[in-house]
């Protein structure tokens, strides 16, 4: 259908003067999806029960603490400063279960006094959340990617050191390590670490965390040259632990020499040759086998990289809001909380899609980017009203959003009736 240009037109040239008044809107009205996947699952009360026995002061639980820091996190927030931005949103505070919502300075004082039991309790919590999630897809193999990743800081943060620093050159770092689930995009595990350490510094104590927690599955270990270490090989191979881990030319001279004469390559296909070698590396204790191919391994690659950038982007995981290293260890774990709790509600929202059958990659499912979620589907204009005595959220009418809305609201519903059943 055509329209006149003067119909198409509108011709408003009063600017709107701008009214601050007290009335029951919301920004975030898809927050009542988050909220019905949060109830659903009991991540609230998850949460608080975790730390019952952990005597933590103040007037807010720290359940509710931490809670709060997830939905902040998960609407977009990425400092504590930007709950004075929130905490009047009615919907935030009724997710929330909160009337009043704390001041931050209340919740970098809670942070503050997580100790190395209590920092342990909330890394178990969240391995606890990803596990489940890959039960639940039936999943019995689980590539599990290994690295390291640079947090620059500001001040004076404890723990915090000059290290190798590409991008911010001599600035005080922390360098965590993540452990990642290659099929879903899950982290698995995120261990904080100072700045001025090896890639691979405390890898193995990681490797035999997730041994421990995984004895269900079958598990493999990819990681780059920077892993390839005698204590982390020899452990993988004792532990008959299948595993691929790119082999620094620059350390292991006997295979670049062999490269270099070896005459006979072995075709994989009209792009790939190999060849292999027995016991090249003098230093591991096992027998083992060092394959050399012609050209860059793609099979090594994985998203991992991918979620890093979307765990700081859309996270905060780069965010460091105290001075105090277990306080900002336990914000990385929400971070890394919100970033996954996001992934699983996809799934359970129907928006999770499987993958084809790919080589050239090992993610099974695909979700949306959280910046694309947040668009869609949280940041939604409404107002909290009454009909019947009940209260209701209204949202201004359009077709797309209602059919996406329909449609999540009735993947939840089944949810629902899956776990009566």
């Known amino acids: ?15 709107l003067p701008i ?60 400092r504590l400063r930007h709950l004075d931005y929130l905490k009047t949103d009615p919907l935030f505070c009724r997710v929330v279960r909160l009337t009043h919502i704390p001041h931050r300075t209340k919740i970098s004082t809670s942070l503050k006094q997580f100790t190395s039991g209590s920092l342990k309790a909330l890394i178990e919590l969240n391995s ?30 404890s723990w915090a050191f000059k290290g190798y620093n590409p991008i911010k050159r001599g600035a005080k770092s922390y360098f965590p390590i993540t452990a990642h689930i290659a099929e879903t995009g899950h982290f698995l595990s995120i261990l904080n670490r100072p700045g001025n350490i090896h890639d691979s510094y405390r890898a193995l104590y990681v ?56 005459k006979r390559w072995f075709r994989i296909d009209y792009t790939w040759s190999y060849f ?17 191919l012609r050209k860059r391994l793609k099979d090594l690659e994985s998203g991992q990289e991918n979620s890093i950038g979307e ?6 995981f780069d965010h460091i809001p105290t001075n105090t290293y277990q306080a900002n260890s336990a914000y990385m774990q929400m971070s890394q909380m919100a970033y996954n709790l996001s992934i699983s509600m996809q799934h359970e929202m129907g928006l999770a899609r499987k993958n084809s059958s790919n ?19 949280v940041n939604r204009a409404g107002r909290i009203g009454w009909e019947q005595g009940k209260k ?17 609201v009735a993947s939840l519903e089944n949810q629902n009736f899956r776990k009566a059943a």
């Not at 009542?32 to 933590?56: A, G, M, N, P, Q």
């Not at 079958?218 to 191979?237: E, K």
């Not at 292999?276 to 060092?290: A, Q």
Request: hydrophobic residues 40%; charged residues 25%; glycine residues 4%.
């Open 359 to 377: 080589p050239k990659t090992t993610r099974v499912y695909q979700t949306r980017k959280w910046k694309t979620f947040r668009f869609l589907i």
């Open 128 to 157: 606890e959340f990803v596990i489940e999630k890959i039960e639940s897809l039936g999943l019995n193999e689980v590539t599990i990617d290994l690295d390291g990743t640079l947090i620059s800081t500001k001040g004076n943060p």
């Open 19 to 78: 009214r601050f008044i007290k009335q029951d809107l919301t920004t975030y009205s898809g927050l009542v999806l988050v909220d019905h996947f949060f109830r659903l699952y009991k991540i609230h009360s998850r949460v608080k029960e975790t730390f019952r026995r952990y005597k933590f002061s103040g007037d807010y639980s720290i359940g509710d603490i931490l809670f709060v820091l997830l939905i902040m996190i998960l609407v977009g927030a990425e």
């Open 276 to 292: 292999r070698i027995k016991n090249p590396i003098d230093s591991l204790e096992y027998e083992h086998y060092v394959f050399v």
């Open 392 to 408: 209701v959220l209204d949202l201004t009418y359009n077709q797309a959003t209602k059919k996406l809305y329909d449609r999540i």
């Open 1 to 15: 259908m055509r329209y006149k240009k003067r119909v198409l037109v509108a011709r408003k040239n009063k600017i």
């Open 207 to 262: 490797i035999k965390m997730i041994q421990r927690q995984m004895k269900q599955f079958t598990m493999r270990f990819r990681a780059d040259s920077a892993f390839c270490v005698p204590q982390v090989i020899n452990y993988l191979l004792r532990n008959n632990i299948a595993f691929a881990i790119k082999a620094p030319f620059w350390k292991l001279l006997s295979l670049k020499e062999s490269a270099q004469h070896r």
């Open 311 to 316: 765990l700081k982007s859309n996270f905060a």
